[in-house]
């Protein structure tokens, strides 16, 4: 029975992934960006804008500069999150690719640190007064299901192991469309919940953060202004009308 | 109004705490229906004034990328909770920048997002009431679009973008700001932000050709309409009369003497500010631009330099090309910007800062100063938001910085820094900018001056500073208005320029 409403749960929540992400990826490329905002001082070459972002993608270079706190505790989760995920490719592949299979004692510790991480954001939503200010009931939420998956994923490796290789041959059929028996374990019940969850959440949510920096035109546009005529379509119109 | 005082400096620059409310009902005048008429808004609050400012947002969310970006990308994080000015004035935590974008984003989440519609609650989503639209009115004219929160942003949200969105939508339903739309509407009448009319200038700028006579004995002149001339000068109309602006002024007529430089100014285009930007107005922005445009089209200029003007930098750099085509690199068939393109000469960046200009001849040996005629001052810079972060000089990054810090080095001998946090693209806003310039927000004015206050009060006290250069017109008359508040004397605040004119030696090459 749980096999079962799993799986309908797991293809309903990729489905709603995929389609809402593209669509809203789709809404974000689409939008014209009419005016010349980069922050500045800003890269003046495409390859420089690459840089850019990927500075910030892969360090939080802004964020950094803002506040050594959030920036710590934030660097932290993501990147603790990025290994957990890529460990988490062993339930997907079979056989398991050289690098996952390298790679799986740091995603297991990486899951501590993943945790800390969120600890050290909830704390600071809880008990400083102008982040307390700000902060909405889903963003305390988001990171009790965050810390959910953490623990509860924890757990399963380190305290009350689950059947791991039945865990595998339950995701290996369902990408192949093949429903196998999931293990009857709360807690692996729980953790996949939680997971569902969060794909649903993610493009109804500020989880759109994710794709929203690639399309941000502060930090994605050349400095060119007087070197390259910049016209959006809608702009171009009003050209066309009077002139 | 005089009973406005400064707010104590911090010992130490901590984050303040929060006093909620402390600046509610603390925005500024409402325009009158003659003033928004004047500009093309309904001139009260119209009637059906929610429906009108949800489709107006739907609008906004569909033509500025910006805009939808910033609206879903926020996971209030708070690094952008401490970094306003006006926060840190005012404690108010509606100041904070991610606090003020979200009185707009709750009602985005609310009309525009499936979350907010089914769980307004849980998102904190709000529905549009007049309380809500009342609360924008005040606090999205306590911001000055001075981009410093977007500097700190992991998604480079700015908030500027978010302000200029509810001006834009608050314009639109009737609820403008009387500041801002009285000065547009000037622009268009009259041809400058403060209504100075084309014999007044005429009259001014021969006026002083006698004052610089009678100072230096020598025929320092200040063109107008003058066509083919070889470059055209716009700048703020400040720079006509109001003190200390005109020094500048004064500084760039010599910087043109001494290099043998033909050059005009225009009674058409006499004003380089432009409120569009601050309202966030595209329509306005361009039509105030295009007066640019013409007059470089009729007077047959080849380049065009601009004054000492932060925002007006901002809008000439990265957005003339696009507005009015004074740039370089229009398409083929673009016949719009062509037309202008044709006319100006390449071998120039398209516009030139005033400073990019001197700095330039600084740098080809071609002006002669004798820095001992500034000794009297000890002199630090105040980077202006809009150049700071909204603009460039040069050909590197941040040429903004540097360009005028070299000329200051090169004309006088006493600079010193202030706090590296504060300066370059960290600077702290005056405090004045981005509309917010009027005696109906003086409260706000000189709290949101605190930060660079301090920041002041430590290199007066450590390095005896006596001089705060800047080049941006909000900037010279926030700082003038605000200084005496703080305890210091007004006439400490001056153009890059004004220093320049001190210094340079006419007749001598």
Redesign the interface.
């Known amino acids: 029975m749980a096999s079962i409403v799993f799986a309908i749960l797991f293809y309903f929540a990729t489905l709603l992934l995929v389609v809402g992400l593209i669509y809203?990826i789709n809404?974000?490329a689409r939008?014209?960006?009419?005016?010349?905002?980069p922050?500045?001082?800003?890269?003046?070459t495409t390859g420089g804008v690459v840089l850019r972002l990927t500075r910030?993608v892969v360090f939080?270079e802004?964020?950094f500069?803002?506040?050594l706190w959030?920036w710590s505790t934030?660097w932290l989760f993501h990147a603790s999150m990025a290994l957990v995920a890529l460990r988490h490719l062993r339930y997907f592949t079979d056989p398991v690719w050289g690098w996952v299979a390298f790679i799986q004692p740091f995603g297991m510790y990486a899951g501590i640190t993943m945790l800390l991480g969120l600890c050290g954001l909830w704390w600071?939503r809880l008990f400083?007064?102008?982040?307390r200010?700000?902060?909405?009931?889903?963003?305390h939420?988001m990171l009790l299901l965050l810390i959910g998956i953490a623990a509860s994923g924890l757990l399963m490796t380190f305290v009350v192991h689950t059947d791991v290789i039945a865990v595998k041959g339950y995701f290996l059929g369902l990408m192949h469309l093949d429903i196998q028996v999931l293990p009857a374990d709360l807690l692996l019940s729980v953790h996949l919940f939680l997971v569902v969850s969060l794909l649903v959440a993610f493009p109804?949510?500020?989880l759109?953060?994710a794709p929203?920096?690639f399309?941000?035109?502060?930090?994605n546009q050349k400095?060119d202004?007087?070197?390259?005529?910049?016209?959006s379509a809608?702009?171009a119109k009003?050209?066309s009308e009077k002139? | 109004m005089a009973d406005i005082t400064a707010p104590a400096y911090r010992e130490f620059p901590i984050?303040p705490?929060?006093k909620p409310g402390s600046m509610e009902g603390k925005g500024p005048f409402v325009a009158s229906d003659k003033i928004n008429e004047a500009v093309g808004f309904p001139g009260h609050l119209v009637d059906d004034w929610h429906d009108k400012a949800i489709a107006k947002m739907g609008e906004l969310?569909?033509?500025?990328?910006?805009f939808?970006?910033?609206m879903?990308?926020?996971?209030?994080?708070?690094?952008?909770?401490?970094?306003c000015h006006y926060f840190i004035g005012t404690q108010d935590?509606k100041n904070?920048p991610?606090?003020r974008q979200?009185l707009m984003r709750s009602v985005y989440r609310r009309y525009f997002?499936?979350?907010g519609k089914l769980f307004p609650?849980?998102?904190?989503a709000r529905d549009l009431t007049r309380e809500v639209l009342d609360e924008w009115f005040n606090y999205y004219h306590q911001c000055s679009e001075c981009?410093r929160c977007?500097?700190?942003?992991?998604?480079?949200?700015?908030t500027a973008?978010i302000t200029m969105a509810a001006r834009e939508i608050l314009d639109s339903i009737g609820y403008g700001q009387k500041y801002s739309n009285e000065i547009i509407g000037k622009v268009h009448k009259i041809g400058n932000n403060l209504g100075l009319p084309g014999p007044a200038l005429l009259d001014t700028l021969e006026g002083l050709e006698e004052d610089v006579k009678d100072a230096i004995g020598i025929d320092v002149r200040f063109p107008i309409d003058v066509k083919g001339a070889e470059v055209l000068l716009i700048t703020p109309s400040a720079d006509f009369f109001a003190e200390p602006h005109i020094d500048s002024l004064i500084g760039y007529a010599k910087v043109f003497h001494a290099s043998g430089t033909s050059w005009t100014l225009s009674s058409m285009a006499s004003e380089a500010g432009n409120f569009g930007m601050f309202i966030g107005n595209?329509?306005q922005l361009?039509k105030i631009a295009l007066r640019i445009r013409e007059a470089a089209l009729e007077l047959g200029v080849k380049r065009i330099v601009v004054g000492e003007c932060g925002h007006a930098w901002r809008v000439a750099?990265?957005?003339w090309?696009?507005l009015s085509?004074v740039?370089?690199?229009?398409?083929e068939v673009?016949r719009?910007?062509q037309m202008l393109q044709k006319q100006l000469d390449h071998r120039y960046?398209?516009?030139t800062h005033i400073c990019e200009f001197t700095w330039d001849l600084i740098e080809r040996n071609a002006l002669t100063f004798d820095k001992s005629l500034n000794d009297k001052h000890i002199i630090t810079f105040h980077d202006s938001c809009n150049v700071?972060?909204?603009?460039?000089m040069g050909d590197l990054?941040?040429g903004?910085?540097e360009i005028p810090r070299n000329i200051i080095k090169a004309v006088a001998n006493n600079f010193v820094e202030m706090a590296p946090n504060t300066t370059r693209?960290?600077t702290f806003c005056c405090g004045g900018g981005g509309g917010v310039l009027t005696d109906d927000l003086l409260e706000l004015r000189v709290k949101g001056a605190l930060p660079r206050m301090e920041v002041l009060k430590q290199s007066v006290d450590e390095h005896g500073v006596n001089f705060m250069a800047t080049i941006c017109a909000i900037c010279k008359a926030q700082f003038t208005k605000v200084l005496p508040i703080y305890g210091f004397d007004r006439k400490m605040v001056g153009g890059v320029h004004q220093l320049v004119s001190n210094a340079i030696q006419l007749g001598q090459k």
Not at chain 1, 31 to 37: N, S, V
Not at chain 2, 72 to 81: I, P, R, S, W
């Open positions: 809203r809404t974000y939008t014209p960006a009419p005016l010349k905002i922050t500045t001082p800003a890269p003046t910030e939080f802004s964020l500069k803002a506040n959030i934030g600071r400083v007064e102008r982040i200010y700000i902060s909405t009931p889903s963003d939420l109804f949510s500020k759109l953060h929203g920096v399309f941000s035109p502060t930090r400095d202004p007087r070197e390259k005529r910049h016209l809608w702009a009003l050209e002139n | 984050i705490v929060l969310l569909s033509k500025y990328r910006s939808k970006v910033f879903d990308a926020c996971v209030h994080c708070g690094a952008c909770t401490d970094k935590p904070m991610v606090a979200d997002t499936l979350p609650k849980l998102v904190g981009r977007s500097v700190f942003c992991p998604y480079g949200i700015d973008e595209y329509e361009r750099y990265s957005f090309n696009t085509g740039g370089d690199g229009a398409g673009d719009f910007a960046k398209q516009p700071a972060r909204g603009s460039r990054p941040g903004q910085f693209e960290q």
